[in-house]
């Protein structure tokens, strides 16, 4: 769908009018995802090794996220989706089952512009309400302070698919993870950032981050020099 | 208990003497931590903060750590401790469970000289086996990469008890969450290292694993920029 020009302002207060943006309410909708989501998170998981130029690292299919995501009925104990969905009309109240642990959450945007997403059949939501569309998520899961003998969160992945950046939604997405510790009485929450991606250290730093300089992480993918 | 002078040398044969160095075995083991073992998991996290001079930062109590470690049936698929145990003699056979997804490790080492250990009762083992004393642990859990769609595991702490360094335990407790990996499928084994602690990267280097020097961890611990 391409994107519509704001309708004309009426004439009658130009002085006013031209200072008058014009609304266009996004609502948004933050979920646990569950196995159904998985064509959609295996949609944006490419994306997202598109935009960081690492296809050829990224080897997901639908069926090994399925077998290895949502196995557990705990969320928060193991691999953790939520989905931030949005939609030019309200949701209906109660669409989505609550899970003890986990209310979901919602906001109106006023947006000065209509969002323009051409992916909008591709990206509906599994939960077939009309008009829904899943406009990113935020992959994370439990770690560990021994030193605070507490649990936290690791965020894996955030991503907000194209249409949709610049308004806030990744930083309603992180703001969730965050709420979602607090509630559980966890230390932290950690993630990683490449050391050149400034915006983006930037925008974690705003939320009141802590980038780690002196900590470098080590990765083994091939065993055989250490069994 | 204090380091004992290697036993004096037969004379008949001197000039094969000279070279033959004297053998103390240790017999090592590594297998499952349990709750009863939250003593001595304790004093070794208050080792490392030590250690890394980051005693203000340990706020890790025997208590808290009972709360939040093996609270789960499933080792591996949560927060998991692997013990290394020594004894200068023979572990008893079958003296420990096996796991159904793990059983105990044997190594026995031979050293030029005795262990001298002055912490030998504070590190008795849970398991009451008479001469096992815990040299050391490693605590991880799983974590997640997308673009494998694949858990691997994260390892958090990786310490050997100070009369039991330069020996090969750590690298036998690496070894050991690296054949877990391997055995359940899994595709990598991640952990942070201090950029400046070279000898530390040289070891990881030397069992085959990439330090990531453009990756830096972010951590969010007052929430309140974010909620």
């Given at each position: 769908?391409?994107?519509?020009a704001?309708?004309?302002?009426?004439?009658?207060?130009?002085?006013?009018?031209?200072d008058?943006?014009?609304?266009?309410?996004?609502?948004?909708?933050?979920?646990?995802?569950?196995?159904l989501?998985?064509?959609?998170?295996h949609?944006?998981?490419?994306?997202?090794?598109?935009?960081?130029?690492?296809?050829?690292?990224?080897?997901?299919?639908?069926s090994?996220?399925s077998?290895?995501l949502?196995?557990?009925?705990?969320?928060?104990?193991?691999f953790?989706?939520f989905?931030?969905?949005?939609?030019?009309?309200?949701?209906?109240?109660?669409?989505v089952?609550?899970?003890?642990?986990?209310?979901?959450?919602?906001?109106?945007?006023?947006?000065?512009?209509?969002?323009?997403?051409p992916?909008?059949?591709?990206?509906?939501?599994?939960?077939?309400?009309?008009?829904?569309?899943?406009a990113?998520f935020?992959?994370?899961?439990?770690?560990?302070?021994?030193?605070?003998?507490?649990?936290g969160?690791?965020?894996?992945?955030?991503?907000?698919?194209?249409s949709?950046?610049?308004?806030?939604?990744?930083?309603?997405?992180?703001s969730?993870?965050?709420?979602?510790?607090?509630?559980m009485?966890?230390?932290?929450?950690?993630?990683?950032?490449?050391?050149?991606?400034m915006?983006?250290?930037?925008?974690?730093?705003?939320?009141?981050?802590?980038?780690?300089?002196?900590?470098r992480?080590?990765?083994?993918?091939?065993?055989?020099?250490?069994?």
């Open positions: 769908m391409a994107a519509a704001p309708p004309p302002l009426p004439t009658t207060t130009p002085e006013l009018n031209m008058l943006p014009t609304s266009h309410p996004l609502f948004t909708r933050i979920r646990l995802a569950t196995r989501d998985v064509p959609v998170i949609k944006m998981i490419y994306q997202m090794a598109v935009f960081e130029r690492l296809t050829d690292l990224c080897s997901a299919t639908e090994s996220l077998t290895t949502f196995s557990k009925d705990n969320p928060f104990e193991s953790t989706v989905l931030i969905e949005a939609s030019t009309k309200p949701f209906p109240s109660s669409s089952a609550h899970h003890p642990k986990f209310t979901p959450t919602h906001k109106t945007l006023n947006l000065d512009y209509p969002i323009s997403d992916e909008l059949e591709v990206f509906k939501s599994s939960t077939m309400e009309e008009g829904v569309i899943v990113g935020v992959l994370f899961f439990p770690n560990y302070s021994s030193f605070l003998a507490k649990p969160f690791y965020i894996e992945d955030l991503f907000v698919r194209e949709y950046r610049r308004k806030g939604l990744g930083k309603m997405l992180l969730a993870v965050a709420r979602q510790a607090v509630a009485g966890y230390g932290r929450v950690e993630w990683v950032v490449l050391d050149w991606n915006n983006a250290i930037k925008f974690y730093e705003e939320m009141g981050a802590t980038v780690m300089q002196e900590w992480v080590c990765r083994l993918t091939g065993f055989s020099r250490c069994l």
